[in-house]
């Protein structure tokens, strides 16, 4: 699956929105990927995520003993692409502000953990994820993703294997461009952040 094929699933969904966007990790950008349009269709998800496990089976990472996903965007594909490799899935969510393994979750010391996210701009989430699951004892041997809107210019320190790279802008408060600051700013990610 090319990167523009993952797009123009996206596209076939009205899943790429303009405007002004304050997104998950505080930036702001002209775009927004509503991923959660593409899981209302059981069949693209499943799609994307068949495609993504196969660039996993292909990569370097080795073994994968289970995968977990930030909640709450990355459930979705992290569930379906554990799927897809026959591996157990966990998630971590926040818990007094941080990643955590809750409801009754635990791994072994060791496990080799992928951790899978939908869309990836900075790649804050996949670090707070690795804190938590390193904590618990596991070994990170990498990270999936659907899309990197930053294509591969984002903070992730460890092995990155993206389905498609989708390279769009995004700003600093303090540096948005004359056209964003025409526009009001909406806030369609689920995390806290102003």
């Not at 993952?6 to 304050?22: C, M, P, Q, T, Y």
């Not at 930036?27 to 349009?37: M, N």
């Not at 009754?104 to 900075?122: C, K, M, N, Q, W």
């Not at 460890?158 to 390279?167: C, S």
Request: include cysteine.
């Amino acid at each position: 699956m090319t990167d523009e094929d993952v797009l123009e699933i996206f596209r076939s969904e009205n899943a790429i929105l303009d405007g002004h966007f304050i997104l998950s990790s505080g930036l702001h950008s002209p775009v927004f990927l509503q991923k959660a349009l593409v899981y209302r269709s059981p069949a693209k998800t499943e799609r994307l995520c068949r495609a993504l496990a196969d660039k996993v089976r292909d990569s370097s990472l080795g073994p994968i003993d289970c995968i977990i996903a930030p909640a709450l965007g990355a459930i979705v594909p992290g569930y379906e692409t554990a799927r897809q490799l026959a591996v157990p899935f966990m998630w971590v969510e926040r818990e007094d502000g941080a990643f955590a393994l809750r409801r009754g979750f635990s791994i072994e010391p060791g496990t080799r953990v992928l951790i899978v996210e939908d869309i990836i701009t900075t790649g804050l989430s996949v670090g707070e994820a690795a804190e938590a699951i390193s904590a618990a004892g596991g070994d990170v041997v990498g990270c999936a993703c659907l899309i990197d809107r930053s294509a591969g210019t984002s903070a992730v320190e460890m092995p990155l294997v993206a389905l498609a790279n989708y390279k769009v802008p995004a700003y600093p408060a303090d540096q948005l461009p004359p056209s964003l600051q025409e526009l009001p700013a909406m806030k369609p990610g689920s995390r806290g952040l102003a």
